[in-house]
T-cell receptor, first 113, second 110 residues
Framework: DAGVTQSPTHLIKTRGQQVTLRCSPKSGHDTVSWYQQALGQGPQFIFQ???????QRGNFPDRFSGHQFPNYSSELNVNALLLGDSALYLC????????????FGEGSRLTVL | RKEVEQDPGPFNVPEGATVAFNCTYSNSASQSFFWYRQDCRKEPKLLMS?????NEDGRFTAQLNRASQYISLLIRDSKLSDSATYLC???????????WGAGTKLIIKP
């Protein structure tokens, strides 16, 4: 049973560029949440997708957008990259009815130069 | 004031010792609470949920104090493998968002 998988694992971009990160949820999970984790900080909630729609959103600008596909996989897009976007981006999946247990992928480490 | 606050540590503790750390939360309407563990450069993993009556899982004990709005994690007979960052997580049912603390770093020394 595959867990949550994310790609790419590492990437380097320059300011102003755009990036797309991908996530496949754990089998049986239909809800995907994205988090940004800066070094030394806890994960910050970006948004959550269920039934191909954004259901909840954290305090992130519109440069951060996402998508969920019919197979529950998801993408996170970040436009006009800033140096401050450098972080570990974590995807977490869960069944819709969860009250708090999330299963995380290993993350995509983004460096913006 | 941050919504969920933790002492960042690091806590340097000898192997076999008992260590405890707290987490405070600001929203009194918070409904459920969790401790996650995150190893260096790895993803967070659920350690345990925190129930109102307190709960224990082997060497780990979690407690909730609603009046003072904090949760605690106690680790007994600490092992080298317990070295990690422990993240406190609060579920605010009003918006179904999980609010994460910044984590407490624990280092167990031989």
């Amino acid at each position: 049973d595959a867990g949550v998988t994310q790609s790419p694992t590492h990437l380097i971009k320059t300011r102003g560029q755009q990036v797309t990160l991908r996530c496949s949820p754990k089998s049986g999970h239909d809800t995907v949440s994205w988090y940004q984790q800066a070094l030394g900080q806890g994960p910050q909630f970006i948004f959550q997708y269920y039934e191909e729609e954004e259901r909840q959103r954290g305090n992130f600008p519109d440069r951060f957008s996402g998508h969920q596909f019919p197979n529950y996989s998801s993408e996170l897009n970040v436009n006009a990259l800033l140096l401050g976007d450098s972080a570990l981006y974590l995807c977490a999946s869960s069944p819709r009815t969860t009250t708090g247990e999330l299963f995380f992928g290993e993350g995509s480490r983004l460096t913006v130069l | 004031r941050k919504e969920v606050e933790q002492d960042p540590g690091p806590f340097n503790v000898p192997e076999g010792a008992t260590v405890a750390f707290n987490c405070t939360y600001s929203n009194s309407a918070s409904q459920s609470f969790f401790w996650y563990r995150q190893d260096c450069r790895k993803e967070p993993k659920l350690l345990m949920s925190v129930y109102s009556s307190g709960n224990e899982d082997g060497r780990f004990t979690a407690q909730l104090n609603r009046a003072s709005q904090y949760i605690s994690l106690l680790i007994r007979d600490s092992k080298l493998s317990d070295s990690a960052t422990y993240l406190c997580v609060v579920n605010e049912y009003s918006n179904y968002q999980l609010i994460w603390g910044a984590g407490t770093k624990l280092i167990i020394k031989p």
